[in-house]
Nanobody, 114 residues
């Protein structure tokens, strides 16, 4: 089993920035990828960004340079920096790991107000 704990969510004014963190613990071995997803009310969960085992990064189509994902293999952490936030970034953000089985964190709420 792998446990993922997210932190860093909260209330942010539009135009501001936020950094989310995820700490992985447990039986971490063959990590194929780690990723951030988000889900706004009434919508499907969507992938924000993913880091593969070889360091390659894939971003969601909507990212447009405002999101930066970073993984620290030694510390088993994953961060997501979000800049120039808009109200459309309001969502619950989830940390994900493929180890290779899939595990999810509980999510952290991010609310952006105008």
């Amino acid at each position: 089993q792998v446990q993922l704990v997210e932190s860093g969510g909260g209330l942010v004014q539009a135009g501001g920035s936020l950094t989310l963190s995820c700490v992985a613990s447990g039986r971490i071995s063959r990590v194929a990828a780690m990723a951030w997803y988000r889900q706004a009310p009434g919508t499907q969960r969507e992938e924000v960004a993913r880091v593969f085992y070889n360091g390659r990064i894939r971003h969601g189509d909507f990212v447009r340079g405002r999101f930066t994902i970073d993984r620290d293999k030694d510390k088993n952490t994953l961060t997501l920096q979000i800049k120039n936030m808009t109200t459309e970034d309001t969502a619950v953000y989830y940390c994900y790991i493929a180890n290779p089985a899939s595990f999810w964190g509980q999510g952290t709420q991010v609310t952006v107000y105008a």
